[in-house]
């Protein structure tokens, strides 16, 4: 069972930072794309496969202890992904990190996505940052399995005319990799346009 739970934390981490990598690139001088078609540069192929996209507009939101934090798609990168592990093993997810590149966040589950379903949350991790040095906070889904819930994502709408997608989600995450660690709820909510 561990080892599900490893192998899922990892493709969280690739995914992760695969998004980091596009939203470095992301240029607010380069000219929106053409409305007929969705485009994203990128080095990996991992975003020029289809069902990876970088909203254009939009927001995510997301709750940790008294403290609200948005990412804002017209300046941040906020990307939808979609993970084709083999063809029994599929993640889709929703990884985003802001201008300032001192604030990330991502959340992923397993399967299809598609419009109208509530899934189980596979991973996902938030840090946020003072300076280039330490993260200041760094929370990721814990690992052990006294933990029965480990949250759920709701796709409203996906994949729809312009809107990208629109839904919410709660999951918990711990401060550190220890067995005793508390963990906290965070919870949010996405409303991502391509246009």
């Known amino acids: 069972m561990r080892d599900g739970r490893f192998t899922r934390l990892l493709i969280?981490?690739?995914?992760s930072l695969l998004a980091l990598?596009?939203?470095?690139?992301?240029?607010?001088?380069v000219s929106e794309p053409a409305t007929s078609k969705t485009s994203i540069a990128a080095d990996s192929s991992v975003f020029s496969s289809p069902g990876n996209f970088l909203a254009v507009?939009?927001?995510?939101?997301l709750k940790y202890n008294d403290s609200t934090y948005t990412f804002d798609a017209a300046k941040d990168s906020i990307a939808f992904i979609n993970v084709r592990v083999n063809d029994d093993?599929?993640?889709f997810g929703i990884t985003a990190i802001n201008k300032e590149?001192?604030?990330?966040?991502?959340?992923?589950?397993?399967?299809?996505?598609?419009?109208?379903?509530?899934r189980?949350?596979?991973?996902?991790?938030?840090?946020?940052?003072?300076?280039?040095?330490?993260?200041?906070?760094?929370?990721?889904?814990?690992?052990?399995?006294?933990q029965k819930d480990f949250g759920n994502i709701n796709i409203i709408?996906?994949?729809?005319g312009n809107e990208l997608a629109?839904?919410?989600?709660?999951?918990?995450?711990?401060?550190?990799?220890?067995?005793?660690?508390p963990y906290y709820r965070v919870e949010g909510s996405f409303d991502l346009q391509l246009k």
């Open 101 to 118: 590149h001192n604030m990330s966040f991502g959340i992923s589950s397993s399967g299809f996505v598609y419009s109208n379903i509530n």
């Open 21 to 29: 990598t596009e939203a470095c690139q992301k240029d607010p001088a």
């Open 166 to 181: 629109k839904g919410t989600f709660y999951t918990f995450l711990a401060k550190d990799d220890k067995a005793n660690s």
């Open 120 to 146: 189980s949350i596979a991973g996902s991790q938030f840090l946020l940052s003072a300076d280039d040095k330490k993260p200041a906070l760094q929370l990721s889904l814990s690992k052990y399995p006294a």
């Open 89 to 91: 093993t599929r993640y």
């Open 157 to 160: 709408q996906y994949n729809q």
């Open 57 to 61: 507009s939009g927001t995510l939101k």
């Open 12 to 15: 969280f981490f690739v995914i």
